[in-house]
């Protein structure tokens, strides 16, 4: 069925597939002819991902929660205060059977997926007596106490945790880009030490260079400013300069129509402004960076802009915002190789940290080799005894041959069948008035006379 546009304006709070409930096209193609082209009504629209580890378990419920008519009327009316104190949560107790079902399914199999994690996390590091009741606590995505059903408080805790975890996502970003740029000066430390003075000072003077090319770049306009939004407007849109209105450029740009620039839709505007400093082609360029620069490009717009703090940029709040001085008359914007990213104090203490772990890799490691060392020793010292003992038989075998005795074979049954010893019915045949002597054991006849047979 059609997604309703109102949804990513009131489930922010339940995820960034929500706030972005079509994917975002290229600003430079008449949206007119994207949307006889590429869309067909009805037609539903692959979400971006959004990196939560329960972003599946999200998208399912609420494609489930959009086919109940009650729910989605609720939802159309709802505002972000109502999302967040969970008034809309409870709600659900008015759903259809079917839905109600349906989610009680999807909760049961998130419930397996994450004991089935949980296991393969624990057997990893040979764990046993896995309380898998005790470990779902650390999920705070849905109610682990009841994991059959899917209630009101699973719902009212699906919306706080991808609150929070959303909330938290950019700081995230920004804490790893940190640290990428301090594992790069790092590293690059390292391996000036390596050298020796001369080229030591080659290095030093090439990294120098590529700095000073790096920051040769054309101006960057201020993000979300007049000049940087007609920039887009002249040379993404083709379009003339001197005809620039905020109406249509917003219409313009809300490539998925639903009367908000999403987040996505807002980054796709600093593209030029990012060309300008970034090109993939050069040594210079980090497109790292690139993307951290347009992170922080997208979240001075949403401050200067977004007043409710949605995350999402209405027309009235974009107009609003285009009669303010900033946007006729912006301060410079400074670009990533214009600030300092971390101070020597905190590389020092993420160089630390990284001595930390490497320390600690180490001792594992010695330990391993020390598990490994006497695994082997144990492995010889087997194998010595193996053949001892098969040294032994051996000399057992060669000495009941001597005696006379032959060999037992595997059930001690007697390989060879000593003489005289014969299967019943088996006497042995020799010729009348032969002489040949009788086995061992085997007393002789007295021999019997002819006088004896005619005189008893």
């Avoid at 999402?312 to 008359?329: D, G, P, Q, S, Y």
Wanted: charged share 40%; aromatic share 6%; with cysteine.
């Amino acid at each position: 069925m059609k997604r309703l546009s109102v949804l990513p304006q009131q489930c922010l709070l339940l995820m960034t597939c929500l706030l972005m409930a079509l994917e975002a096209v290229p600003i430079d193609i008449d949206k007119t002819k994207v949307k006889a082209e590429g869309q067909v009504e009805g037609e539903k629209v692959e979400n971006p991902d959004t990196g939560l580890y329960y972003d599946e378990y999200l998208r399912q419920v609420i494609d489930v929660l959009e086919t109940d008519k009650h729910f989605r009327e609720k939802l159309q009316t709802a505002d972000i205060e109502e999302i967040k104190s969970g008034k809309l949560s409870r709600e659900l107790d008015l759903v259809s059977h079917h839905v109600r079902t349906r989610l009680d399914e999807l909760k049961r199999q998130e419930v397996a997926r994450l004991r089935m994690l949980i296991k393969a996390k624990m057997d990893s590091v040979q764990d046993t007596g896995i309380d898998h009741q005790a470990l779902l606590k650390q999920f705070e995505h849905l109610n682990h106490q009841n994991p059959d059903t899917f209630e009101p408080k699973d719902l009212d805790m699906l919306i706080k945790a991808a609150t929070s975890d959303l909330e938290n996502y950019d700081k995230t970003r920004h804490e790893e880009f940190k640290k990428y740029e301090m594992m790069k000066e790092h590293e690059r430390r390292e391996y000036l030490k390596t050298l020796d003075e001369e080229k030591r000072k080659r290095e030093e003077s090439k990294f120098e260079e590529m700095k000073k090319k790096h920051g040769d770049h054309p101006k960057v306009h201020h993000p979300g400013s007049k000049d940087q939004l007609k920039e887009v407007w002249e040379e993404a849109d083709g379009l003339d300069p001197n005809e620039f209105d905020p109406k249509t450029f917003f219409k313009l740009h809300d490539v998925n129509n639903d009367g908000f620039l999403d987040e996505q839709e807002l980054e796709a505007l600093f593209t030029k402004e990012l060309e300008k400093v970034y090109d993939p082609k050069n040594e210079e360029d980090d497109m790292v960076e690139m993307e951290e620069e347009r992170l922080r490009m997208r979240e001075h717009v949403m401050n200067e802009v977004d007043i409710n703090k949605d995350r999402l940029v209405t027309l009235e709040e974009f107009l609003r915002a285009t009669e303010k001085k900033e946007f006729l008359e912006p301060d410079s914007w400074e670009t990533l190789d214009q600030q300092q990213l971390f101070t020597e104090d905190e590389l020092k203490e993420f160089e630390n940290h990284i001595s930390q772990q490497e320390d600690e890799l180490r001792k594992k490691a010695e330990e391993l080799q020390k598990q490994k060392e006497e695994l082997q020793r144990q492995h010889d010292q087997l194998q010595a005894q193996k053949q001892e003992l098969q040294q032994v038989v051996k000399q057992m075998e060669q000495k009941k041959l001597q005696q006379g005795n032959p060999p037992a074979g595997p059930g001690g049954e007697l390989k060879i069948q000593p003489p005289g010893e014969h299967k019943a019915g088996d006497a042995p045949q020799h010729p009348a008035g032969g002489d040949q002597p009788l086995p061992p054991g085997h007393a002789q006849e007295p021999a019997v006379r002819n006088d004896q047979l005619t005189n008893p």
